[in-house]
C-alpha cells in the first residue's frame, strides 16, 4: 500500500521555517512553565538546606552551635 508517490521536500532549503516553527513552540511551552505553572523554586533550587529539630523544652541559645 502505498500513500504517497514521489514525494520530494526540499528539508534543507526549507530548514530555516522548521527551525522557526520548532523556536516558536519552544518559546510556547517556555510561557506555560514560567506562568502557568511557575517555576518550582524549592530548596534545591534557592541553595542551602532547611533543618528541623523539635526540643523538648526551651534549649540554651548559647550552647547550640552550627557546624558550617
Do not use: N, Y
Request: net charge neutral.
Amino acid at each position: 500500500m502505498e500513500l504517497f508517490r514521489d514525494v520530494k521536500i526540499d528539508w534543507l532549503g526549507r530548514s530555516g521555517t522548521f527551525l522557526g516553527c520548532f523556536a516558536d513552540i519552544q518559546r510556547g511551552w517556555r510561557a506555560v512553565v514560567l506562568f502557568w505553572h511557575g517555576l518550582p523554586l524549592d530548596v534545591d533550587f534557592k541553595g542551602g538546606t532547611v533543618v528541623r529539630v523539635k526540643f523538648d523544652h526551651q534549649p540554651d541559645a548559647d550552647r547550640i552551635s552550627c557546624c558550617c
